[in-house]
């Protein structure tokens, strides 16, 4: 059974930083493009970011709202990716998902950025 | 960035009866290569993380019960709930993965 399972969110004050991770189990992680989705309270799906696989050379997207202050990466002998996130605002406070696309999805953790 | 479009925000429907969500996206999903469009809809409940419903804009996620199907191609799109369970209250979004930088359109809650 395919499980993801992130870990890592909590209250940060704005201009802080945290760190997530997602751990997956049940599949060939190191074959995985990863990726982060979140979704604002009461608001839709958004698209954070991926990793690919190495053998897509592990190159990363970000969507427009975090470019520049997230950064994905991941450790495949850990079967982990993480999300590092800097220079946190109020409106990236959301629900984080780590994906497995297309089908596989973790429970979720909660960012909320507040002073 | 791919931009996509869902209609209606919201919609409520009488048990068993038809839901249709329509999704339009800013560039043709269609890949010629392999005669694929690259469009995805899930379906999203309160507390629980997303479930894929369909991709490839038509093939049905196996355990998705029959009554859901996904049609379309190119930039429009529609997902549709033959018979309305109430089950199925949630909220539904269409998914690119055309692009590297994948997007999703903005959700249509579906109420009894």
């Known amino acids: 059974e395919v499980q993801l399972v992130e870990s890592g969110g909590g209250l940060v004050k704005p201009g802080g930083s945290l760190r997530l991770s997602c751990v997956g189990s049940?599949?060939?992680?190191?074959?995985?493009?990863m990726t982060w989705v979140r979704q604002p309270l009461g608001r839709g799906l958004e698209w954070v970011g991926r990793i690919k696989d190495k053998t897509d050379g592990g190159t990363t997207e970000y969507g427009a709202p975090v470019r520049g202050r997230f950064t994905i990466s991941r450790d495949d002998s850990k079967n982990t990716v993480y999300l590092q996130m800097h220079s946190l605002r109020p409106e990236d406070t959301a629900v984080y998902y780590c994906h497995a696309e297309p089908r596989s999805w973790g429970q979720g953790t909660l960012v909320t950025v507040s002073s | 960035d791919i931009v996509m479009t869902q209609s209606p925000d919201s919609l409520a429907v009488f048990l068993g009866e038809r839901a249709t969500i329509n999704c339009e996206s800013s560039h043709s999903l269609f890949y010629s290569s392999n005669n694929k469009n690259y469009l995805a809809w899930y379906q999203k409940k309160s507390g629980q993380p997303p479930k894929l419903l369909i991709y490839?804009?038509?093939a049905r996620e196996p355990g998705v019960p029959e009554r859901f199907s996904g049609s379309g191609s190119g930039t429009n799109f529609t997902l549709t709930i033959s018979s309305l369970q109430a089950e199925d209250v949630a909220v539904y979004y269409c998914?690119?993965?055309?692009?590297?930088?994948?997007?999703f359109g903005q959700g249509t809650k579906v109420e009894i």
């Open positions: 998914h690119q993965y055309y692009s590297t930088l994948r997007t």
């Open positions: 490839w804009a038509s």
């Open positions: 049940g599949f060939t992680f190191n074959n995985a493009w």
